[in-house]
């Protein structure tokens, strides 16, 4: 069963930067398409940031150049850096993959926490 897995979530202070890694049983690297989305109670989950196998990157606009998505397939790694985090960045994160004609898979998600 193909997994994606979620770390480096927990709890940080208005301003501080975080950093979210996803990885698969199967190898980062057979996703075409990866991404972050998050959700926040109340909201609609919404897409953070996704990154192809071609190196082409989409943000969210709340994301105003705060954060940086990558990848790196031989360390079977994609990663989220989250920098100047918000009380509004609180929610839900999860990763996202698309393995071509096979479908799409989701993390179990992390939550990340932005308290004083």
């Known amino acids: 069963q193909i997994q994606l897995v979620e770390s480096g979530g927990g709890l940080v202070r208005p301003g501080d930067s975080l950093t979210l890694s996803c990885s698969s049983n199967?190898?980062?690297?057979?996703?075409?398409?990866l991404g972050w989305y998050r959700q926040a109670p109340g909201n609609q989950r919404e897409l953070v940031a996704s990154?192809?196998?071609?190196?082409?990157?989409n943000y969210g606009d709340f994301v105003r150049g705060r954060f940086t998505i990558s990848r790196d397939n031989t360390k079977n790694g994609m990663y989220l850096q989250m920098t100047s985090v918000e009380p509004e960045d609180t929610a839900v994160y999860s990763c996202?993959?698309?393995?071509?004609?096979?479908?799409?898979?989701w993390g179990q998600g992390i939550q990340v926490t932005v308290s004083s």
């Open positions: 990154i192809d196998n071609d190196g082409i990157i």
């Open positions: 996202y993959g698309r393995l071509g004609v096979y479908g799409h898979w």
């Open positions: 199967v190898g980062i690297f057979r996703f075409n398409l």
